[in-house]
């Protein structure tokens, strides 16, 4: 169990340039989260997978961010024409089933968009 | 919609001491699991201690045990013999059970407690 890993692990961007992360979950777990968290926040939820399928979308993921996870392995999430309001730690957090199980995360991208 | 509200923005706490930080909730919901997770300086979550609502006996992880009232929507974590390790940010959580539309699997968090444990 090498956990959850997630690169890169700081990014420092220019408003309006595409950023991408990249997570990749714990081999045997079949969901994936991406979360947002925010300055003096708690996580909030963006995107679910159940393996290769995107089965959830919060109303905060807009039309400028993206996520994949093909063949149920990897996710990226991209996040095109960025935005200072953009700025934000996106946690990526896998389990296995049930989906009320314990989930892992990895430490998380800091993005900041000067 | 759900919501998780953590009144305690921060604590702290001598060493080898008692803390318990408070946590309600509000949902509609009768099925579900609450959770507390840490988040030490490293950023990292890291899973505390798990309640599922239906059952009665509070759940307990070592020096971790919660205090979970469900009619009054309430779900305090204490921390027994409070070490150095322990400061970090506490966040409680929440998720429904059983599937039932959008955001079922969805954790909603706290907005956190900030614990310092002090020598």
């Known amino acids: 169990d090498t956990g959850v890993s997630q690169d890169p692990r700081h990014k420092i961007t220019k408003r309006g340039q595409n950023v991408t992360f990249r997570c990749d979950p714990i081999?045997?777990?079949?969901?994936l989260y991406w979360y947002r968290q925010t300055l003096g926040q708690g996580p909030e939820f963006l995107t679910y997978?159940?393996?290769?399928?995107?089965?959830?979308k919060s109303r905060l993921l807009s039309d400028r961010f993206s996520a994949e996870r093909p063949k149920g392995s990897f996710s990226t999430l991209e996040i095109q024409r960025t935005e200072q309001g953009d700025s934000a730690m996106y946690l990526c957090?896998?389990?296995?089933?049930?989906?009320?199980?314990?989930?892992?995360f990895g430490s998380g991208t800091q993005l900041s968009v000067l | 919609a759900q919501t998780v509200t953590q009144s305690q923005p921060e604590m702290s706490v001598q060493e080898a001491e008692t803390v318990t930080l408070s946590c309600t909730y509000d949902t509609s919901e009768s099925n579900y699991y609450l959770f507390w997770y840490k988040q030490p300086p490293s950023r990292q979550m890291i899973l505390v201690i798990r309640?599922?609502?239906?059952?009665?006996q509070n759940a307990t992880e070592n020096r971790f045990s919660v205090n979970f009232q469900k009619a009054a929507k309430s779900f305090s974590l204490k921390i027994s013999d409070s070490q150095l390790g322990d400061t970090a940010m506490y966040f409680c959580a929440f998720m429904m059970s059983s599937y039932s539309g959008a955001g079922s699997y969805q954790l909603t968090f706290g907005k956190g407690t900030k614990l310092s444990v002090i020598p």
């Open positions: 309640q599922e609502a239906y059952k009665q």
């Open positions: 957090a896998s389990s296995g089933a049930p989906p009320q199980e314990k989930l892992f």
């Open positions: 997978f159940q393996n290769e399928a995107q089965l959830e």
């Open positions: 081999s045997e777990h079949n969901r």
